[in-house]
């Protein structure tokens, strides 16, 4: 089966510039994760949605962040106005049932650089 | 919350075995995962727990103690493809999972 998809790879960006990733899952899955991973950390979760409903935003910095998920299967995540704090790798990631290990299966990423 | 540690780095030679310990703090426990990243890739999915004991898969294992919050992935016969960073996750209730630092392997000739 063909794996989470994820555009761009790379993207090199001023601050205060806007800049938005895609994403498109597997198909059939209906979980899909947004991940911020900074140099030398662990992914550390920003949304998770179920289906085209919002699950958990809670460390989604709300006031330059915002994600959607149309039709219950591509999303995008937006940054607007980025800050040098966001250079980091933005993986997103989808799961369904598999058995009971409802494991996630990630993307390649898209590697942000902020300057 | 969870608070998830593992050492930064480990080195072994080549044909050897290592062992990746990784230590947690959860308010909802709903299984262990372990994953594999190579640099610049995405993480792989390795073994999951959920109850105490050994997952044998291969040339990997994996070890859960729920009572005593700690876990450990085994890497036996160790080859050159095996360097990169491994990353244990907990899941809670809620389905989430809270990611520690990882812990860079490097395999030496």
């Known amino acids: 089966e063909a794996g989470v998809a994820q555009s761009p790879r790379y993207k090199i960006i001023e601050k205060r510039q806007s800049v938005a990733f895609w994403c498109n899952p597997i198909?059939?899955?209906?979980?899909l994760y947004w991940y911020q991973q900074i140099l030398g950390q662990g992914p550390k979760l920003l949304i998770q949605?179920?289906?085209?409903?919002?699950?958990?935003d809670s460390q989604l910095p709300k006031d330059r962040f915002s994600a959607e998920r149309l039709k219950g299967v591509d999303s995008t995540l937006k940054i607007q106005p980025a800050k040098l704090e966001d250079s980091a790798v933005y993986l997103c990631?989808?799961?369904?049932?598999?058995?009971?290990?409802?494991?996630?299966?990630f993307g390649p990423g898209t590697r942000l650089t902020v300057t | 919350g969870q608070n998830i540690d593992q050492p930064t780095e480990m080195t072994a030679t080549e044909g050897a075995i290592v062992q990746i310990n990784c230590t947690y703090q959860?308010?909802?426990?709903?299984?262990l995962f372990w994953y594999q990243q190579h640099a610049g890739e995405a993480p792989t999915f390795l073994s999951y727990?959920?109850?105490?004991g050994l997952e044998e898969k291969g040339r990997f294992s994996s070890f859960l103690s729920r009572s005593k919050g700690y876990s450990y992935l085994l890497l036996k016969e160790l080859q050159m493809k095996d360097s990169a960073s491994y990353l244990c996750?907990?899941?809670?209730?809620?389905?989430?999972?809270?990611f520690g630092a990882g812990t860079t392997v490097t395999v030496r000739a």
């Open positions: 727990n959920v109850l105490d």
């Open positions: 949605f179920q289906n085209n409903g919002v699950v958990d």
């Open positions: 959860t308010s909802g426990f709903n299984g």
């Open positions: 198909s059939g899955h209906a979980t």
């Open positions: 996750a907990v899941r809670s209730n809620d389905y989430k999972l809270s």
């Open positions: 990631a989808s799961s369904a049932l598999r058995g009971v290990i409802y494991e996630q299966y």
